[in-house]
């Protein structure tokens, strides 16, 4: 369920986002909205599609091809887990605070601790 999020000031000059379209940045907002009190949810292109774009003519392919793009940024982190994948973001705590968390029913990003970097089994980083 997506719950209420602050979106930083920063996000809108951040030089990592210059390489992203609007419509790729709309995108990371929504997986902000939609992420969970961990920052975690699941990838998966029909699913995020269908809570970002509802009413928006947007192809399973351009979803895709958003996922593969927003993977420049460091601060999201796209990894697998038994056949599935997921996104974290890395930086979550930072900016996120909610009243009353949540434990997230997503794995965590594999061999990741709060103050590790990203494992070889990254997929892709986002952020």
């Given at each position: ?12 000059i951040?030089s ?16 902000i ?8 949810l699941?990838a ?8 970002i774009f509802p009413y928006d ?10 996922l593969?793009?927003?993977t ?17 973001f ?16 997503y ?21």
């Amino acid at each position: 369920m997506a719950r209420r999020r602050m979106i930083d000031p920063e996000f809108w000059i951040d030089s990592r986002n210059k390489k992203l379209n609007y419509q790729e940045r709309l995108f990371v907002i929504g997986m902000i909205n939609h992420a969970d009190d961990e920052g975690r949810l699941l990838a998966d292109p029909a699913l995020l599609r269908s809570k970002i774009f509802p009413y928006d003519d947007v192809s399973l392919e351009c979803i895709q091809t958003m996922l593969n793009n927003i993977t420049t940024n460091p601060n999201i982190y796209r990894y697998g887990v038994n056949g599935d994948t997921y996104i974290a973001f890395l930086k979550w705590s930072r900016y996120q605070k909610p009243e009353y968390p949540k434990p997230s029913i997503y794995p965590s990003p594999p061999n990741q601790s709060p103050n590790d970097s990203p494992s070889d089994s990254v997929i892709g980083r986002v952020g």
